[in-house]
């Protein structure tokens, strides 16, 4: 049986955590194949609040939870989400966390913040969990891996080769104070013990579940314009939340992945700074953002709404291959009686385009063509299923399938487990 992967259509905070969470109950195995704790997933499950940062949304029911290669590992905010499920009386013993993960040490999140502050008005705005840092060490073969942790005489050795470099940056880039050897080995050596019943080969783990025919899902944090390579640069992730990165994230071939649903919101947000084409007039994003609660999980900074953009969503289904979609808080839009949805930009030239443009130029001065649609104005609260939804939330849906070619396969009305509408 064939991985599905979740991947965020927009800028992250789509409300994959809830559908993960869904389509979790009916599989064997959840993954996570990039990012680290700049993720803040919330699951709401019989009225009980769940926010994770590092963990799959799977460990909620118990499922094998993957942490990929492809993921940065925060252990002390690991640690942290481990202790408060098991407070709550959640296991964490289906947690498996891939060797070849690199670690987030102390000095990646000091250099994030530092990095910021140095950038000023400049700054990409970033979650100053360390995650830039760390995986620039990744590729600068500098890094500490999860597998380190398995030998307390390699770690501090590694420990002290990073920090014979890092402490000069500290000092003298960023007149910080350096990390002091002995302090850190000790508070790793601690985590070490810990994490390392959850070591695995993770890629061998999931693939023997593919092709032993269990259902894999496959989670992507962040979202497709946050991408590394293919967002919108520099304003991005340091990872690759695409669909494609699952394979090479977890470690498995690209052959096995059959289905990518995307997850969008029913309008879009974005936190941090960049260019937003469908962002909101100030008085009506602040009515969305209380409306949607969009404030930051993990950094609890207000999240810019906007219309939802069918330009941006377009390149997300080419990007991801996206095979069906699903489309949160619809609820949210219930509040108004017209809607606008951006179907193209006008760029400096005067042109429109439905294709998201390759050049940042032109994307920083897109205007957003929009059309104006009838809001349903009315509670969403008694549909049962997709085709129960009043008139113009249907038409807004069929909208969305039309202008993009991919089925809505999933609509989401409300924050908890059960508010998720199917077809009947
Ligand atoms: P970083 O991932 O902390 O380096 O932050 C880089 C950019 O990605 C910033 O604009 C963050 O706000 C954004 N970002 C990172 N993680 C998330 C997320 O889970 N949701 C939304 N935005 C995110």
Aim: aromatic letters at 6%; glycine letters at 10%; hydrophobic letters at 40%.
């Amino acid at each position: 049986m064939p991985a599905t992967v979740i991947v965020g259509a927009q800028w992250g905070d789509e409300g994959k955590g809830k559908i993960v969470d869904l389509l979790a109950q009916d599989c064997d195995v959840v993954c996570r194949y990039q990012g680290g704790p700049n993720a803040g997933h919330t699951v709401i499950v019989d009225g009980e609040t769940f926010k994770f940062r590092h963990l799959p949304s799977g460990i909620l029911s118990g499922k094998v939870s993957v942490l990929g290669a492809g993921c940065v590992v925060d252990p002390e905010v690991l640690l942290e989400e481990i202790d408060g499920l098991e407070q709550r009386g959640i296991s964490s013993e289906p947690l498996r966390i891939s060797g070849n993960a690199h670690l987030i040490m102390p000095w990646h999140i000091a250099i994030d913040g530092a990095g910021e502050k140095r950038l000023g008005k400049l700054q990409i705005g970033t979650t100053r969990r360390g995650i830039g840092p760390a995986y620039a060490d990744k590729a600068a073969r500098l890094g500490i891996r999860v597998q380190d942790l398995l030998d307390a005489k390699i770690l501090r050795q590694k420990i002290e080769t990073a920090l014979q470099e890092k402490n000069i940056w500290l000092e003298r880039v960023y007149e910080l104070e350096p990390f002091e050897l002995e302090e850190v080995a000790a508070r790793y050596e601690g985590f070490a013990q810990r994490l390392r019943p959850f070591v695995a080969d993770t890629s061998l783990l999931v693939d023997e579940a593919i092709r032993g025919g269990k259902n894999v899902l496959l989670e992507g944090a962040q979202g497709t314009l946050l991408d590394l390579d293919h967002g919108t640069y520099p304003f991005v992730t340091s990872s690759n939340p695409i669909a494609g990165a699952a394979a090479t994230g977890i470690g498995i071939g690209p052959t096995r992945i059959e289905r990518v649903i995307g997850v969008s919101k029913a309008y879009v947000t974005r936190v941090g700074a960049g260019p937003f084409p469908s962002e909101m007039e100030p008085e009506l994003a602040a009515q969305v953002r209380e409306l949607g609660q969009e404030y930051g999980t993990v950094t609890g900074r207000d999240r810019r709404p906007g219309w939802l953009d069918l330009v941006a969503l377009r390149y997300a289904v080419r990007l991801n291959g996206i095979t069906s979609l699903a489309l949160t808080k619809l609820d949210v839009l219930s509040a108004f009686d017209e809607l606008e949805v951006c179907v193209a930009y006008r760029l400096p030239d005067g042109a429109e385009t439905r294709d998201f443009p390759a050049h940042q130029s032109d994307f920083h001065h897109a205007a957003p063509v929009f059309e104006t649609v009838a809001g349903w104005a009315e509670p969403l609260d008694e549909c049962a299923t997709l085709d129960d939804l009043p008139r113009e939330a249907r038409s807004y849906v069929d909208l969305v399938e039309r202008e993009l070619g991919v089925t809505v396969e999933l609509v989401g009305t409300g924050a908890a487990r059960e508010q998720v509408l199917a077809r009947r």
